[in-house]
């Protein structure tokens, strides 16, 4: 029931294309969907994050679209460039009123954007 | 900006011996992680600490695994006896002073590699 599944594994897009990315989750006590991205040999870093009372999270070229009912949230990354190449991960938390609650992450998804 | 520190970047030692991960978290944050990443795999959580003590840990910490905050800067990890399926990167993250009901970032160091022969 911890678990959030992320596909694909891997993906090729081309440049100026969208690259899309899924994960679904079983825990409704999670209430914090984050996207973090990896670039090799650095630690994850936050990219865009969204609470579940919205359906969607625009920061420039980057969307997330969450789905409450199904239990699915996605990101979407526009027009997109050699630099996004990276390796995705989405994630999980809860809140609580103690204090942050540990990150339950998917199991990411390579992205390489082709010229 | 500021930023999570870890040391070693890589660390090999042979099975049955203890190491000890090192991180420096951000000067102003309160709460303190270790994850760690299996190669190819995803990032799982170990444990968290505030206070100076564990808030949470995972199934994976277990009694030979230990944190501690020896001083105002310095996080760490030692693992006592390591085995082979240790072998793995390890990640420090930290966040900032705690607001109820929000949701604040941890940020992630670069991350040791752990070689366990």
């Known amino acids: 029931q911890q678990q959030v599944k992320q596909s694909p594994q891997s993906l090729i897009v081309q440049k100026g294309g969208i690259s899309i990315i899924n994960c679904a989750y079983e825990n409704t006590a999670f209430d914090y969907f984050p996207w973090y991205q990896q670039f090799p040999g650095k630690g994850p870093a936050l990219l865009i994050a969204?609470?579940?009372?919205?359906s969607e999270k625009k920061e420039g070229r980057f969307t997330i679209s969450f789905n409450k009912s199904a239990k699915q949230f996605s990101l979407h990354i526009m027009d997109s460039q050699p630099g996004d190449s990276a390796t995705y991960f989405c994630a999980a938390s809860g809140i609580s009123n103690f204090g942050n609650e540990k990150l339950t992450f998917g199991t990411g998804t390579r992205l390489t954007i082709i010229p | 900006e500021p930023e999570v520190t870890q040391t070693p970047s890589h660390q090999v030692t042979q099975m049955g011996q203890e190491v000890i991960l090192r991180c420096v978290p951000i000067?102003?944050?309160?709460?303190f992680y270790w994850y760690r990443q299996i190669l190819g795999q995803k990032v799982e959580f170990l444990v968290s600490?505030?206070?100076?003590?564990?808030?949470?840990k995972s199934e994976i910490f277990d009694d030979q695994f230990s944190v501690e905050r020896p001083d105002g800067s310095n996080f760490t990890l030692k693992i006592r006896s390591t085995k082979l399926e240790d072998s793995a990167m390890y990640f420090c993250?930290?966040?900032?002073?705690?607001?109820?009901?929000?949701?604040?970032?941890?940020?992630f160091g670069p991350g040791t590699r752990l070689t366990v022969l």
């Open positions: 000067s102003n944050h309160l709460y």
């Open positions: 993250a930290s966040s900032e002073a705690f607001l109820a009901g929000l949701y604040n970032e941890q940020f």
């Open positions: 969204i609470r579940p009372d919205v």
């Open positions: 600490f505030y206070n100076n003590e564990i808030s949470e």
